[in-house]
């Protein structure tokens, strides 16, 4: 009897070291991967950088640089999503690669492009009007040179703004920045994702 009674419980003891096992084993696993190597899981989905918390811009009338190109709709950055670069307006190099990836994710949009504006901040020597007439037509461009503007481009991340694209939500929230040299894929991959899950703009 006795010895049935001690199989019986190195029975259950097996048991129960296979059970702590089950739950046990995976838990060191995970801790060892975390901690004892360099891998770590992906932070984000999103290709952009999202900027936490998002910032608020503060409504600012800023006078149209070239109302030519500028379309009708809602105030600045009120209304619709925005795609906006802040720089210069000669218009370097960057600068029309920037302008360029913005127009065409604007237009990849297809139905969805109307909720988006695109708008050029001009924070010294306006403009190449040549170009931005004949180039980017629907292009909103602001004079964002004089002291009335200090405060909105305050809230714009400072570094590196020559390669740098932003995306401003319809109530004037300044939420993402985009390395406008990555893929335009990512990009577009993002805009998408906001205005399928956006209620607004």
Request: some cysteine; overall charge positive; hydrophobic content about 45%.
């Amino acid at each position: 009897m006795s010895e049935n009674v001690a199989q019986l419980r190195a029975r259950n003891l097996r048991t129960l070291a296979a059970l702590a096992a089950l739950f046990l084993v995976p838990l060191v696993l995970a801790f060892f991967i975390y901690y004892g190597t360099g891998w770590r899981p992906a932070a984000r989905v999103n290709h952009g950088t999202l900027i936490t918390p998002p910032r608020p811009l503060p409504p600012t009338a800023l006078a149209q640089l070239v109302p030519e190109t500028a379309a009708n709709g809602p105030p600045l950055f009120r209304g619709r999503w925005s795609l906006v670069y802040v720089g210069n307006g000669a218009c370097a190099a960057d600068c029309r690669a920037a302008l360029y990836l913005m127009r065409q994710t604007r237009l990849a949009l297809n139905t969805d492009m109307r909720r988006v504006a695109r708008v050029f901040l001009v924070t010294a020597d306006c403009c190449d009007r040549t170009f931005l007439e004949s180039e980017h037509a629907g292009l909103d461009v602001r004079d964002a040179s004089g002291p009335q503007a200090r405060t909105l481009l305050t809230a714009f991340p400072a570094s590196d703004r020559a390669h740098t694209l932003f995306i401003v939500d319809p109530l004037g929230n300044l939420m993402m920045s985009y390395d406008a040299r990555q893929s335009p894929h990512g990009l577009l991959e993002d805009l998408k994702k906001l205005l399928r899950l956006s209620q607004i703009g």
